[in-house]
């Protein structure tokens, strides 16, 4: 089954602590995503990657670091410069060519206790 | 700045009616709009990707149309279920970017048997 796998479902983090969740891919996709989604409102960016071992901020990339060392694997970390770090994370990767299709993973709900 | 907005932000229909969701933009300079669903805690799936080009798109029971000039985009459910229930978010690509996806904070749908 092709599709992009999150994990894990649920994370919770003490203040303080980095944290990094995990977006794995087997689309053979070159783009790939992270978001920020919180109760009611629609989806922030945070991080993009075009391609292997580049990466660019989104809108709200303070306090979040990405790597990607992989074409198929975009971790995430949230680290204790995240002000704000509950919500739910979503990640997702993009057809190349003409229609540019964003598919999204499961999600994480990270809640900080 | 590109706006996306969604109204009403919460719909509850009885089962068996047509109905409509709304979607306005305020720049025309896009280049697809895509609709997706999203069931509770979990993550985005794509229904309807329409380009710019394109005045509509049809899958089963929903048929999303475009009108680029006015900036507003509607995606008409007929004959709605319960299983229809969920949140519903649309999200433009402008023109001048190859990456990103400026979403609406969605319409949360209810429909009653």
């Known amino acids: 089954d092709g599709g992009i796998t999150q994990s894990p479902k649920y994370l919770f983090r003490k203040e303080g602590q980095n944290v990094t969740l995990s977006c794995e891919q087997n689309l053979n996709h070159d783009a790939m995503y992270w978001y920020r989604q919180d109760p009611g409102q629609g989806l922030r960016l945070i991080y993009y990657s075009q391609i292997v071992n580049d990466f660019q901020k989104g809108d709200i990339a303070e306090g979040y670091s990405v790597s990607r060392e992989k074409k198929e694997s975009f971790p995430l970390t949230v680290t204790s410069a995240q002000k704000n770090p509950t919500a739910f994370y979503l990640c997702?990767?993009?057809?190349?060519?003409?229609?540019?299709?964003?598919?999204f993973g499961p999600g994480t709900r990270l809640t900080v206790l | 700045k590109q706006e996306v907005t969604q109204i009403p932000a919460a719909l509850s229909v009885p089962e068996g009616e047509n109905l409509v969701l709304n979607c306005s933009f305020t720049d025309s300079a896009i280049y697809n709009l895509q609709w997706f669903r999203q069931d509770p805690g979990k993550g985005l799936t794509s229904l309807l990707l329409?380009?710019?080009?394109?005045r509509e798109q049809t899958s089963g029971r929903l048929n999303a149309s475009l009108d680029k000039s006015s900036g507003r985009s509607t995606l008409y459910i007929a004959a709605s279920q319960p299983g229809d229930s969920a949140t519903y978010l649309c999200a433009v690509r402008p023109e001048d970017s190859s990456y990103k996806l400026i979403f609406g904070s969605g319409t949360r749908l209810l429909v009653r048997p």
């Open positions: 997702a990767s993009r057809t190349s060519g003409r229609y540019n299709e964003q598919f």
């Open positions: 329409i380009q710019s080009s394109q």
